[in-house]
């Protein structure tokens, strides 16, 4: 049974800020292959984010630091061909963007232009500020990502909660309205105390995408291979479960083997 207030035939920007005017919550899961996105894609999922946490769940990287801009387009045009409906943006991966807007830009239209992604996000907030407006500039849309910034780990030493402090939660606060008047049109907001995601959510007009920041935001985002029950060993307190696969892959596999070893299978009627 569909919750959604409005029938979307494609999700766009236009569609995600709508549906916080509306308060209708966003939901947002990760892909990085055609299969997977055809599925999230086909069950109605309002945007599929193509992260660079395809550096840990697909290619077993400790950070998300080392994928590159051409993996990054290779799994995204992946995903796009996948999708009809939803709304695909594409991570901007460590190393494309800061410090120099030129090349913020050149990574973005290399990402618009070679996979056919929607819309790109950064992570950061004032230090950025210059790149994202130059993307803008190319009427590329831009979401920002704010609070635990898994490419500035070395920075942070851990991933715990962000913005405990008064200082760190006002500073959050600036870069989510520099955000939004920069003209980015929505903000993934990661492990910051709920009391301080909603008071963010409820100050701009921009949809904030929590991920391990409570109910009162706009929308959620989860990991697909965590949500799934893939990465068993990956257990935080924001994440909820809603199959186990890594124990029922598991099985199907161990089932297989023994199935093949044992001369189950393939027995008559699988055969030609
Ligand atoms: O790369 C990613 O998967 C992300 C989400 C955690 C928001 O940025």
């Not at 919550?25 to 999230?40: G, P, Q, R, W």
């Not at 769940?57 to 939803?86: F, K, N, W």
């Amino acid at each position: 049974m569909s919750v959604a207030k409005k029938q979307y035939k494609r999700v766009t920007v236009k569609s995600l800020v709508e549906m916080k005017a509306n308060g209708e919550k966003i939901s947002m899961l990760t892909a990085y292959d055609y299969t997977m996105a055809k599925i999230v894609d086909g069950a109605g999922i309002d945007v599929i984010l193509v992260g660079d946490s395809a550096s840990n769940v697909m290619a077993g990287h400790e950070t998300t630091l080392p994928i590159t801009l051409d993996q990054m387009i290779y799994h995204a045009s992946s995903v796009i061909r996948a999708v009809e409906r939803c709304l695909v943006v594409v991570d901007l991966p460590f190393g494309t963007y800061q410090g120099n807007s030129k090349n913020a830009l050149d990574s973005s239209i290399r990402i618009m232009k070679e996979s056919g992604g929607h819309a790109v996000k950064l992570e950061g907030g004032s230090e950025i500020a210059e790149s994202i407006s130059r993307i803008l500039t190319a009427g590329i849309p831009v979401m920002g990502h704010l609070g635990l910034t898994p490419q500035s780990i070395y920075k942070f030493g851990t991933y715990t909660v962000r913005a405990k402090e008064e200082e760190e939660a006002e500073k959050l606060m600036k870069d989510a309205k520099l955000l939004e008047e920069l003209g980015c049109f929505a903000l993934v907001l990661e492990k910051v105390p709920a009391k301080l995601a909603k008071k963010v959510a409820d100050s701009i007009s921009i949809p904030v995408i929590g991920i391990g920041a409570g109910g009162g935001v706009d929308g959620q985002v989860l990991v697909m291979h965590d949500m799934l029950g893939m990465t068993h060993e990956f257990h935080p307190r924001f994440l909820r479960r809603y199959l186990d696969l890594y124990t029922e892959m598991t099985g199907a596999f161990e089932q297989y083997i023994k199935d093949v070893k044992s001369k189950d299978f393939p027995n008559e009627k699988e055969q030609y």
